[in-house]
């Protein structure tokens, strides 16, 4: 069992930035993918970015040169730093991680959900 607590989400204007943590209850032992994940109201979860264990990083087209996605091993922290924010970034972000390499953008994929935290970006 892993717990996943998020922050940092909150309103900004177009062109701003935030970023998001995630603080898990323990230490991740390898095999594991651990993603960020978004949801805008009608819309289905996509993924945004995600790492696995090796440091293999990958993004959505739609974040791509303006997020960026790291962890603190030793802080047990995962990261998302979002630069020049759009009003069509505007979602629910989550975090989540499970104990397995592949398919890490499905999110039907993890077994283990933060809360979640609103980012909001206005024009």
């Known amino acids: 069992q892993v717990q996943l607590v998020e922050t940092g989400g909150g309103s900004v204007q177009a062109g701003g930035s935030l970023r998001l943590s995630c603080a898990a209850s323990?230490?991740?032992?390898?095999?594991?993918?651990m993603g960020w994940f978004r949801q805008a109201p009608g819309k289905e979860r996509e993924a945004v970015a995600y790492?696995?264990?090796?440091?293999?990083?990958s993004y959505a087209d739609s974040v791509k040169g303006r997020f960026t996605i790291s962890q603190d091993n030793a802080k047990n922290t995962l990261y998302l730093q979002m630069n020049s924010l759009k009003p069509e970034d505007t979602a629910m972000y989550y975090c989540?991680?499970?104990?397995?390499?592949?398919?890490?953008?499905?999110?039907?994929?993890?077994?283990?959900w933060g809360q979640g935290t609103q980012v909001t970006v206005s024009s």
């Open positions: 989540a991680t499970k104990p397995r390499r592949g398919l890490c953008s499905r999110p039907s994929m993890y077994d283990y």
């Open positions: 323990r230490y991740m032992y390898s095999p594991y993918c």
């Open positions: 790492i696995e264990d090796d440091g293999k990083t």
